[in-house]
């Protein structure tokens, strides 16, 4: 009789172990075919929705022209606001442009080059105003002058905290305070129990909540490290700086890392292995990338949409760390982000202490 080959055993061993573990089934077979249809949907085929473009309303003849016309483009969504909230807009990446009117209706436009969409937006709006412009030029009609010219102004290195880099770099460290909290606390308990490790560990003498804690505030000292250098490297090489208090950028980082381990640990509550674990770390993961502003702004998802999005932890923790970096805002300003990300941590904490297995 020949001996079975060692490898083709282990290897029908390796398959009679993963057809055995239903969530590892769902995971790695039906998880994705369902990300497919989500995102399939999300991004299918439709007609180009309008541009959002700002326009401060200066309260005048040049004001009422210019919101008028471009306000009949089909292609442009006109968010009119007051000069001073106008360019806090900018700054919080509710558009990539903002106009601004000037004396003889020719406006300044002000933007950051390097925006994504900030070139395609000005395009738009010239295709817009064109006609308007050289029609009130070549007429004189008021409030046009003739010594206008049909270029607009252009202010294409905008002040301090409106970059598209400053805008980036909080969001930035707050989807990695996200993602080394659930993988850094989450998927290393998970490997802890699959190793029978926890089990040891819950016979020792000491409070299981103190085992968590420790979890999360080494992973405090290591998003600390993180933020350091992240925000150094960031004011080195591109110029970003920090304009708000660094006591409130240091208590928001803490609160979101507080939230990010309780969300970690309920995660890590149940699952005996890491194949489940990691499909597990999508579901909370994956949406809030998408849906809080990473790399656009969430403004641009629908408005029934907004309070599910302001209450996930990432959302709250990215707004509020723009707003100190970029506006100069201090912890008073973020008082909603800072309860949110408090009730995130405490809800998520009781329940992970309650449903944590440690066999």
């Known amino acids: 009789m020949s001996r079975p080959n060692p490898l083709v055993q282990l290897v029908f061993f390796r398959q009679r172990e993963f057809v055995r573990e239903p969530a590892i089934l769902f995971w790695a077979l039906i998880f994705p075919l369902l990300m497919l249809v989500v995102l399939g949907v999300a991004f299918r085929p439709k007609p180009a929705e309008p541009v959002p473009v700002l326009v401060a309303d200066l309260h005048d003849d ?25 360019t806090l807009a900018l700054t919080r990446g509710e558009a990539a442009l903002l106009v601004v009117p000037e004396r003889g209706v020719v406006p300044t436009y002000r933007f950051d080059p390097t925006h994504p969409e900030a070139r395609l937006t000005r395009l738009l709006v010239d295709e817009a105003l064109r ?155 994956l949406p809030m990338i998408v849906l809080s502003g990473v790399f656009f702004s969430s403004t641009r998802f629908p408005e029934w949409l ?5 209450a996930l932890p990432l959302t709250a923790l990215i707004d509020s760390l723009r707003r100190i970096t970029n506006e ?21 904490g009781a329940l992970a202490l309650r449903f944590f297995l440690w066999s």
């Open 62 to 86: 040049a004001s009422v022209l210019i919101i008028k016309t471009l306000e009949a483009s089909k292609d442009l969504r006109i968010l009119v606001r007051s000069q001073e909230e106008a």
């Open 131 to 285: 006609p308007t412009l050289a029609l009130n030029v070549s007429t004189g009609d008021p409030p046009a002058s003739a010594s206008l010219a049909l270029q607009a102004k252009l202010e294409t290195t905008p002040a301090a905290g409106a970059r598209y880099i400053d805008w980036f770099v909080p969001g930035m460290l707050a989807m990695q305070i996200m993602n080394g909290c659930l993988w850094g606390i989450g998927f290393a308990m998970v490997e802890m129990r699959a190793k029978r490790l926890l089990k040891r560990f819950a016979v020792t003498p000491m409070r299981r909540w103190h085992f968590l804690a420790a979890h999360a505030i080494h992973r405090y000292l290591v998003v600390a490290l993180e933020a350091v250098l992240m925000v150094g490297f960031s004011a080195v090489a591109f110029g970003v700086t920090v304009r708000g208090s660094y006591l409130a950028f240091a208590v928001l980082s803490t609160l979101g890392t507080f939230a990010f381990a309780g969300i970690a640990l309920l995660v890590a509550a149940r699952p005996r292995n890491t194949e489940v674990a990691a499909g597990l770390m999508n579901i909370p993961m």
């Open 306 to 310: 907004q309070p599910f999005i302001k």
């Open 328 to 348: 100069g805002a201090g912890l008073e300003a973020c008082m909603r982000e800072l309860a949110v990300l408090l009730a995130w941590g405490l809800l998520t």
